[in-house]
């Protein structure tokens, strides 16, 4: 007999509007106090300078503000794991929409503090359950406000591997909640019983068909910490270097991930 279908994650809409805004709040408060040469420093993304990251996750950010400017749409047709997969098509859109506005955000400190504002403002206005038009379909405003969370512990992360010595910090439901999302688009992608996916405090999952583990120690295990996972699901980091600086561990047969990264792109 096939093993029950495991129930989506559900996550506590009050917790990830707090991870949020906190995680929201850490990063306006770094680039407050940003110099310009700072700014202007490249990032790891695609020809991207400091600025031009931030004015990225204020972008980020703001999709929920569009997203409430639209009708609503009449049923939801996408669950919250679609949105994992579905991020590169919009790559050339995202490219241009960040670089005009870094170009037109002369003060990016007030420019994420006011999105703070109206953010808190607009969660505060409509219903967890008030269904929003995205690039992957109809969601609930629950759901792709778990989105968020990935839109700002990755950017977090690029922005404070772009800067020296700079150690944004990381709101503990913001990285878990991330993780958890990009942990279960693994195991979306590549369902089954065989592998073990732990990633310590915040998820573990089974993926990848083949014989199904049911008690003791099981015969594939992959451990590593969550920004490690957060990097290598969205390709900052290739599996064969975290496996080379022992920033993986990973036995079994069934243990390389390697084909089935990065997540997004």
Known sequence: MPPAKKRPRTYDPAKVRAAVLAQLGNVRETVRKLSPEQFALPTRLGGWTVRELV??????????HRSLDKPEPAKQDAVLLDWAFATAANSSAIDEFTR???EQRTDL???LA????SLGRLLDEHPGTRLLETNVGALPLADYVVTRTVELVVHTDDLNAAIPGLEVPYDRQALAACTRLLADALAAKAPGGSTEVRIPPYAVVQCIEGPRHTRGTPPNVVETAPLTWIRLATGRVTWADAIQEAQVSASG??????????LMR
């Not at 004015?55 to 929920?64: F, L, P």
């Not at 047969?253 to 990065?262: T, V």
Request: glycine residues 10%; negative net charge; proline residues 3%.
């Open 114 to 117: 006011d999105i703070e504002q």
């Open 109 to 111: 400190g007030a420019y």
């Open 253 to 262: 047969e069934r243990a390389d991930l390697s084909g089935l990264l990065p």
């Open 55 to 64: 004015a990225h996750i204020g972008m980020a950010v703001t999709a929920v």
């Open 100 to 102: 005009r506005l870094a």
